[in-house]
């Protein structure tokens, strides 16, 4: 099970009450935030350990209901596109099936994914497709996971999780 942490803005958009989370495995807690670009709005969802980033862009007022599908759909398709291994895809997506919605709990994620968001505004990143948007983004160095792509960092995470898993 996914926890979504999302801003106030997005909990109020979504229309989802939000539940009492405090403590939940990192690597399955993510932190959400709905920003607008030219005039569309979008949701970009970070992962707590690793700032690996997923945005959702355009974003309809009837997708909102669908949000945990759509949000885990661009997941898989990223994670298929950047090499993952196929049993790690499936064994995270699956995780992922069912979500819990609560609010933000960490400053310093919040402060990565308002710097992400930033960097989103300024390169203007209205064309090409949402796959090649994503792995502009995951290619973005971060002070918080020691300088290292957000992409590198979460592969290695979930490799090491799941390896564990299985010994």
């Not at 002070?143 to 898993?165: G, I, M, R, S, W």
Request: aromatic share 10%; net charge negative.
């Amino acid at each position: 099970m996914f926890v979504i942490r999302g801003t106030q803005k997005l909990l109020k958009e979504w229309d989802t009450e939000p539940l009492h989370v405090d403590i939940y495995p990192p690597l399955n807690s993510w932190h959400a935030s709905l920003f607008l670009l030219n005039r569309r709005k979008n949701i970009v969802f970070m992962h707590d350990a690793t700032r690996l980033s997923i945005t959702l862009f355009g974003i309809k007022k009837s997708q909102y209901k669908n949000l945990p599908t759509l949000f885990i759909q661009a997941l898989k398709e990223f994670m298929i596109s950047e090499g993952f291994d196929e049993q790690i895809v499936e064994a995270y997506i699956q995780e992922g099936e069912h979500m819990l919605a609560t609010t933000t709990n960490s400053h310093s994620v919040m402060r990565t994914l308002e710097e992400l968001i930033f960097v989103m505004k300024e390169l203007d990143m209205e064309h090409g497709c949402e796959l090649e948007k994503n792995q502009c983004n995951n290619r973005i160095v971060f002070k918080t996971v020691q300088y290292q792509y957000p992409v590198d960092t979460f592969k290695e995470a979930l490799e090491k999780h799941y390896n564990l898993e299985r010994v």
